[in-house]
């Protein structure tokens, strides 16, 4: 019996010890091909990828001195998964790497950060949720198609890279994508273009896109039909794109979520300002100068645009009616928040509204190169925290009143070029000390 008890416990250890050295050798093995060298993070084949990736950049100032030895998880703007260390952070924007102001761009005489071409071997980060490479010089050649490949991104800034050609509608599969930035740089010679753009119906995820000075002349007649069913859009810049047509009917608005529309600088063929710009009662930055647009400024409900910071309707030329009844609606919000209006170079016309008072948030009021008639209103006394007033190249009268002097944030006063009587004293300028 004594036996059999000993040889009970001896088959009890060698079971215990047949677990303990089953535990060390799972442990062992490496997770994703984690290499076995406890100090080393990096996933061998990501590695190898950026070290490509690397190899087919120039650095003239040496900013990716860190991208040396096994741990790529060290590098300069490179991130890593505490769970799994795959690659899931990629960002060398330059804003980051070479100190410029977030959103400039690099200019011709000046000594780029980055150059070089984009290295395929990207396509093997499969976890990357997070690629930003703004203002690298990739020298003209075309728009990479692989990154269409990289369906973990959710966040992507191309902006200022020197890419030509056609945008690859592969983009379309970056199912969550939550930021897309894509415009290209203003010194290039060489165009960016979008024959259309209804790939980007698949990213319904997609909050932030900016396609500012990429050629969607193709694109022209689908392109709200597109945007209008991204239900998550927050922001979208289509400045100097090539638009010519801007539909006036809408028949209902998905993308009720939009906070910034950019329009600007494109040549609408003298197009009417549509209702539904008006609403998209979540704006609060419209931009719709420079569009060549004209007639009147619709009827707007009262009280609908209460998020409204900034509006620029300027340069337009032959927007034109008065503006009363469009103030009055504007001004018509519990918390009026507008803090810049431009509609300056148009044809308005008519008495400034008293309702321009109520605008007790506004920094910068642009009237200038209209046909403005009348005194300038004493509610504009109000304006406790206007910057900017420029009323000029008008055809006001009366007098210049003296609460002018009580705008003390004041720092740019335009009268000029209009029909002034009277006399201006010390007192219109006494406490305008900036």
Same mark, same amino acid.
């Given at each position: 019996?004594?036996?059999?008890?000993?040889?009970?416990?001896?088959?009890?250890?060698?079971?215990?010890?047949?677990?303990?050295?089953?535990?060390?050798?799972?442990?062992?093995?490496?997770?994703?091909?984690?290499?076995?060298?406890?100090?080393?993070?990096?996933?061998?084949?990501?590695?190898?990828?950026?070290?490509?990736?690397?190899?087919?950049?120039?650095?003239?100032?040496?900013?990716?001195?860190?991208?040396?030895?096994?741990?790529?998880?060290?590098?300069?703007?490179?991130?890593?998964?505490?769970?799994?260390?795959?690659?899931?952070?990629?960002?060398?924007?330059?804003?980051?790497?070479?100190? @410029?102001?977030?959103?400039?761009?690099?200019?011709?005489?000046?000594?780029?950060?980055?150059?070089?071409?984009?290295?395929?071997?990207?396509?093997?980060?499969? &976890?990357?949720? &997070?690629?930003?490479?703004?203002?690298?010089?990739?020298?003209?050649?075309?728009?990479?198609?692989?990154?269409?490949?990289?369906?973990?991104?959710?966040?992507?800034?191309?902006?200022?890279?020197?890419?030509?050609?056609?945008?690859?509608?592969?983009?379309?599969?970056?199912?969550?994508?939550?930021?897309?930035?894509?415009?290209?740089?203003?010194?290039?010679?060489? =165009?960016?273009?979008?024959?259309?753009?209804?790939?980007?119906?698949?990213?319904?995820?997609?909050?932030?896109?900016?396609?500012?000075?990429?050629?969607?002349?193709?694109?022209?007649?689908?392109?709200?039909?597109?945007?209008?069913?991204?239900?998550?859009?927050?922001?979208?810049?289509?400045?100097?794109?090539?638009?010519?047509?801007?539909?006036?009917?809408?028949?209902?608005?998905?993308?009720?979520?939009?906070?910034?529309?950019?329009?600007?600088?494109?040549?609408?063929?003298?197009?009417?300002?549509?209702?539904?710009?008006?609403?998209?009662?979540?704006?609060?930055?419209?931009?719709?100068?420079?569009?060549?647009?004209?007639?009147?400024?619709?009827?707007?409900?009262?009280?609908?645009?209460?998020?409204?910071?900034?509006?620029?309707?300027?340069?337009?030329?032959?927007?034109?009616?008065?503006?009363?009844?469009?103030?009055?609606?504007?001004?018509?919000?519990?918390?009026?928040?507008?803090?810049?209006?431009?509609?300056?170079?148009?044809?308005?016309?008519?008495?400034?509204?008293?309702?321009?008072?109520? @605008?007790?948030?506004?920094?910068?009021?642009?009237? =200038?190169?209209?046909?403005?008639?009348?005194?300038?209103?004493?509610?504009?006394?109000?304006?406790?925290?206007?910057?900017?007033?420029?009323?000029?190249?008008?055809?006001?009268?009366?007098?210049?009143?003296?609460?002018?002097?009580?705008?003390?944030?004041?720092?740019?006063?335009?009268?000029?070029?209009?029909?002034?009587?009277? =006399?201006?004293?010390?007192?219109?300028?006494?406490?305008?000390?900036?």
């Amino acid at each position: 019996m004594a036996n059999m008890n000993t040889t009970f416990v001896l088959l009890l250890n060698l079971l215990y010890l047949l677990l303990i050295t089953e535990s060390i050798s799972l442990d062992a093995v490496p997770s994703n091909s984690i290499a076995v060298n406890a100090n080393v993070r990096c996933i061998e084949i990501e590695r190898v990828a950026l070290q490509k990736f690397r190899k087919g950049l120039k650095d003239p100032f040496n900013r990716l001195s860190s991208w040396v030895g096994q741990d790529c998880c060290n590098w300069e703007g490179i991130g890593c998964s505490n769970q799994t260390s795959n690659v899931v952070k990629l960002d060398l924007g330059s804003s980051n790497l070479c100190g @410029f102001e977030g959103g400039s761009q690099y200019t011709p005489d000046q000594p780029n950060c980055l150059s070089g071409k984009l290295d395929p071997s990207l396509q093997n980060l499969k &976890y990357l949720s &997070y690629l930003n490479l703004s203002n690298i010089n990739f020298q003209g050649v075309s728009f990479p198609y692989f990154l269409g490949s990289l369906k973990k991104l959710t966040y992507l800034d191309l902006s200022f890279t020197m890419f030509s050609g056609v945008v690859s509608p592969s983009l379309g599969n970056l199912i969550n994508l939550s930021y897309l930035n894509l415009i290209p740089s203003q010194f290039s010679d060489k =165009t960016l273009s979008v024959p259309n753009l209804y790939w980007l119906t698949n990213l319904s995820s997609l909050q932030y896109l900016n396609l500012q000075n990429i050629v969607l002349s193709k694109a022209e007649t689908h392109w709200l039909q597109v945007v209008n069913m991204l239900p998550s859009l927050s922001e979208l810049y289509l400045s100097s794109c090539g638009l010519h047509h801007l539909p006036q009917i809408l028949p209902f608005v998905n993308f009720t979520s939009l906070s910034v529309l950019d329009l600007s600088n494109n040549g609408f063929n003298s197009s009417s300002i549509p209702p539904w710009l008006f609403n998209l009662t979540s704006l609060n930055n419209l931009r719709i100068n420079y569009c060549d647009l004209k007639g009147p400024i619709p009827n707007i409900a009262r009280a609908s645009l209460c998020n409204l910071k900034n509006l620029d309707m300027s340069f337009n030329i032959f927007i034109s009616g008065p503006i009363t009844e469009f103030i009055q609606a504007l001004s018509g919000c519990g918390n009026h928040r507008l803090e810049q209006l431009n509609l300056g170079s148009n044809q308005l016309s008519g008495v400034l509204p008293h309702s321009l008072g109520n @605008f007790t948030h506004l920094r910068e009021l642009h009237l =200038t190169n209209n046909s403005f008639s009348g005194p300038i209103p004493s509610s504009i006394q109000h304006l406790s925290r206007l910057e900017i007033l420029d009323l000029s190249y008008n055809l006001m009268n009366g007098t210049i009143p003296e609460f002018i002097g009580e705008l003390i944030e004041l720092s740019t006063l335009d009268l000029f070029s209009n029909s002034w009587e009277g =006399t201006m004293t010390e007192t219109h300028f006494l406490n305008l000390k900036k």
